[in-house]
């Protein structure tokens, strides 16, 4: 069983050195949430740092999403995972927000379920900014972002990256600067696009400096979980 004290001692520590990388850049702090990756940790757990104060709450696996979200009321729930094809309509129920949308059959069924349910889910494109993972490349963007515009159900909020396990925090400064530089040009046709998903346990800080709106932290504040291969907190 997880350590309460523990975990909110890592609570603090995020938020203190989340606010140092805010001063750094001359940023509000207000600016930034921290999305609570909760892979594999049990909704009781959740609900200690949800009382803490934090709102956001990251989930990968459909399965897990479903079982925690009445446990844990009042959370906002983002999908974090990879979409399916099989499960996009189940994600569409029971996400706020969905931080992998990628044009295809997945995002086309997300986007139906959504509409059908009277639903508008804020959507952020997953970008592939190192080539052969999922997301959509750098050359693909702005139509990535039109088709997701125009999608009933779904409303285009920004960008998410999850740039190659990093050495040092450093190594990863260039993929958020590419990310920022790719949201500052669609902007430019999609105002609406504001939100920039980057940094996780081992960078947040970097990805802070340079304009990560949401920072997705799970190891850095629950401890160390059996990997999955997943590598999203």
Same mark, same amino acid.
């Given at each position: 069983?997880?350590?309460?004290?523990?975990?909110?001692?890592?609570?603090?520590?995020?938020?203190?050195?989340?606010?140092?990388?805010?001063?750094?850049?001359?940023?509000?702090?207000?600016?930034?949430?921290?999305?609570?990756?909760?892979? &594999?940790?049990?909704?009781?757990?959740?609900?200690?740092?949800?009382?803490?104060?934090?709102?956001?709450?990251?989930?990968?696996?459909?399965?897990?999403?479903?079982?925690?979200?009445?446990?844990?009321?009042?959370?906002?729930?983002?999908?974090?995972?990879?979409?399916?094809?099989?499960?996009?309509?189940?994600?569409?129920?029971?996400?706020?927000?969905?931080? &992998?949308?990628?044009?295809?059959?997945?995002?086309? !069924?997300?986007?139906?379920?959504?509409?059908?349910?009277?639903?508008?889910? =804020?959507?952020?494109?997953?970008?592939?900014?190192?080539?052969?993972?999922?997301?959509? &490349?750098?050359?693909?963007?702005?139509?990535?972002?039109?088709?997701?515009?125009?999608?009933?159900?779904?409303?285009?909020?920004?960008?998410?990256?999850?740039?190659?396990?990093?050495?040092?925090?450093?190594?990863?400064?260039?993929?958020? !600067?590419?990310? !920022?530089?790719?949201?500052?040009?669609?902007?430019?046709?999609?105002?609406?696009?504001?939100?920039?998903?980057?940094?996780?346990?081992?960078?947040?800080?970097?990805?802070?400096?340079?304009?990560?709106?949401?920072?997705?932290?799970?190891?850095?504040?629950?401890? =160390?979980?059996?990997?999955?291969? &997943?590598?999203?907190?």
């Amino acid at each position: 069983m997880l350590d309460r004290d523990a975990i909110l001692d890592n609570l603090r520590a995020i938020r203190e050195r989340m606010a140092a990388s805010c001063m750094r850049v001359d940023r509000d702090p207000g600016t930034v949430r921290l999305v609570a990756a909760g892979k &594999t940790v049990a909704a009781q757990v959740l609900a200690w740092v949800k009382a803490a104060g934090v709102e956001h709450f990251g989930e990968n696996y459909v399965q897990e999403l479903r079982r925690k979200r009445d446990q844990v009321p009042g959370a906002t729930w983002h999908f974090i995972g990879t979409l399916q094809s099989h499960t996009a309509h189940r994600v569409a129920d029971l996400a706020d927000v969905v931080e &992998t949308v990628v044009p295809g059959r997945a995002m086309a !069924r997300l986007a139906r379920r959504a509409s059908e349910r009277g639903r508008t889910l =804020p959507a952020l494109v997953e970008v592939d900014l190192i080539g052969g993972r999922v997301g959509v &490349t750098p050359e693909d963007l702005q139509e990535a972002a039109n088709q997701v515009a125009r999608t009933a159900g779904l409303a285009l909020a920004g960008f998410m990256t999850l740039p190659p396990l990093p050495a040092s925090p450093e190594d990863s400064r260039p993929h958020f !600067r590419h990310l !920022r530089q790719l949201l500052d040009e669609v902007a430019e046709h999609h105002p609406e696009a504001v939100e920039l998903s980057m940094g996780m346990s081992l960078d947040y800080e970097v990805a802070i400096e340079e304009g990560a709106t949401m920072v997705r932290i799970g190891t850095a504040l629950f401890g =160390p979980r059996p990997p999955t291969g &997943t590598g999203r907190m």
